[in-house]
């Protein structure tokens, strides 16, 4: 069964700084995808950025990128130049593409960030 | 404009009674997804529907049933809620591939 975890409970950082989230996952499907998601605090949850399995090249939006390594089922969101209203709680989330479970998205439980002036 | 709707936004409700909540999206997306947040817990999938009448169970689908008689409209009934059942639910849908787009939730609260 697929898994997502999150280890990083909580991460405080000072503005314009550059922050990574860790991630890691498991699955047995060699195609997947992976999605990383903020929810803020209205609870308003906004997909950011996402990777497929496939591509070698780390995505990058806007001033969100991703540090995709597959051999160590890692897919780490780094945030540059941070700003107050970044602050919010991040989502890693996983969807297999071949397995009986298409289209099913799994997500770790989160990560809060602080970004304080 | 692309948007997930959820109704109602709020719900309050008493042990034992029926619970509906209602998703929509005008997008014609085949997917759609119901799960339920805790703290400390993530999002956890309840129910994933891949279109009209053709629905999947997802890790936690004990006490709810779906329905999905339209492509638009997706529903989670809680049959005789309970306290634990309390909750933030979230609709979501996504075509294919896509990143799921998720409403704005419904706080439940079961007393």
């Known amino acids: 069964a697929q898994k997502v975890t999150q280890t990083q409970t909580s991460i405080s950082v000072v503005e314009k700084t550059t922050v990574t989230m860790d991630c890691v996952y498991e699955t047995r499907d060699s195609s997947y995808f992976l999605f990383w998601y903020k929810q803020t605090a209205s609870g308003e949850i906004v997909f950011l950025i996402r990777q497929d399995s496939y591509k070698k090249e780390n995505a990058t939006v806007g001033h969100y990128s991703l540090n995709f390594q597959k051999p160590k089922s890692s897919i780490g969101l780094i945030i540059t130049a941070t700003q107050i209203e970044d602050s919010a709680v991040y989502f890693c989330?996983?969807?297999?593409?071949?397995?009986?479970?298409?289209?099913?998205?799994?997500f770790g439980a989160g990560t809060r960030l602080a970004v304080c002036p | 404009d692309m948007k997930v709707t959820q109704m109602p936004r709020y719900l309050i409700k008493r042990m034992g009674e029926n619970v509906l909540l209602e998703c929509g999206q005008d997008m014609s997306h085949e997917t759609m997804y119901w799960y339920r947040q805790d703290p400390g817990l993530g999002l956890q999938l309840i129910y994933i529907s891949y279109d009209v009448d053709s629905n999947s169970e997802g890790d936690i689908p004990k006490g709810y049933r779906v329905s999905r008689k339209k492509r638009e409209h997706f529903s989670l009934i809680l049959d005789s809620a309970k306290t634990n059942q309390t909750s933030v639910y979230f609709c979501?849908?996504?075509?294919?591939?896509?990143?799921?787009?998720f409403g704005e939730g419904t706080r439940l609260s079961v007393l």
């Open positions: 979501a849908s996504s075509l294919a591939n896509q990143a799921p787009l």
């Open positions: 989330a996983m969807r297999e593409d071949m397995s009986g479970s298409f289209n099913k998205l799994t």
